[in-house]
């Protein structure tokens, strides 16, 4: 097993381009914030980006909380990775992380500098401190249960996007930490309700009511359980379309705003049947 580094100042891009580098030097594995990159997958870890602070979001990236390291290491004994890609802040903390993970030396240490423009490495920094994004190498739904609560994803207008799409193995995502710039982004239920409103109403023949529960773990939101109350036109076949329809509104709502949705419970109330007229 091979170990490569990618450092620079945080903020420049480095997440942005890991993925440039780590196939330009065959790696198929990734050390970045505290998590395990393989193939696109989060293996193991928790990431940086998840804590409260930045103190904590230091101590996560550099694997000293309890039974972080241990965690990782054990992840790096199981997939036996061919090469892997470390990022840093500097090449003081590159080695760090290798040496706590008790991985082998690094062999080669690939600047930000050198991959990157000055133009470049000032616009990464710019929506670094002035949108509080950061840059995770992996696809959008891997991250879904690890940051479930707050925003990934830039923020989506779901009302002028249609269909809803789901973004492709391979490529990055953008989150916004808790201690990012803005602060923590808080998304009312009435958003929730109104993303609902938008898919469903189309699909039945009235909305009666939808209902916000959150799923908490100590003082953590973990996501959503939604429900509905419905009134359907007959001739639908009942199972079908209900099924369709939660699937319509997870999907919606996880692309909309970031959170996880656990569940989505619809209630049929009554069934609809249009009169015929009669022709003498």
Not at 54 to 66: D, H, Q, S, T, Y
Not at 186 to 204: G, S, T, W
Not at 235 to 252: E, K, V, W, Y
């Amino acid at each position: 097993m091979d170990v490569i580094a990618l450092v620079g100042p945080s903020g420049t891009g480095k997440s942005h381009r890991a993925l440039q580098v780590a196939r330009e030097h065959g790696a198929d594995t990734i050390i970045d914030d505290g998590i395990l990159i393989k193939d696109g997958h989060i293996v193991a870890g928790e990431s940086a980006k998840t804590e409260k602070s930045k103190i904590m979001a230091v101590r996560r990236a550099i694997f000293v909380l309890p039974g972080h390291a241990e965690q990782v290491s054990k992840a790096i004994k199981e997939v036996q990775p061919h090469r892997i890609l470390v990022i840093g802040t500097s090449e003081n903390m590159v080695q760090k992380i290798a040496k706590t993970l008790e991985l082998p030396p690094i062999q080669q240490i690939v600047r930000i500098e050198d991959i990157a423009s000055r133009t470049e490495i000032e616009t990464a920094q710019f929506h670094r401190l002035k949108e509080g994004k950061h840059i995770i190498p992996v696809p959008t739904i891997e991250l879904k249960p690890h940051f479930s609560g707050f925003l990934v994803n830039p923020l989506q207008s779901f009302f002028k996007q249609s269909p809803v799409r789901r973004r492709k193995l391979g490529e990055k995502s953008i989150v916004r930490p808790v201690f990012s710039y803005y602060g923590k982004l808080i998304i009312e239920d009435k958003v929730v309700q109104a993303i609902v409103e938008k898919i469903i109403r189309p699909l039945v023949k009235s909305l009666k009511s939808v209902t916000v529960h959150h799923v908490f773990k100590g003082n953590e939101d973990r996501g959503l359980k939604i429900s509905c109350e419905v009134v359907l036109s007959y001739g639908s076949h009942i199972p079908t379309l209900i099924r369709q329809t939660q699937s319509h509104i997870r999907d919606a709502v996880e692309f909309t705003t970031g959170m996880i949705v656990h569940a989505v419970d619809i209630s049929v109330r009554a069934l609809y049947v249009e009169q015929r007229r009669k022709f003498f």
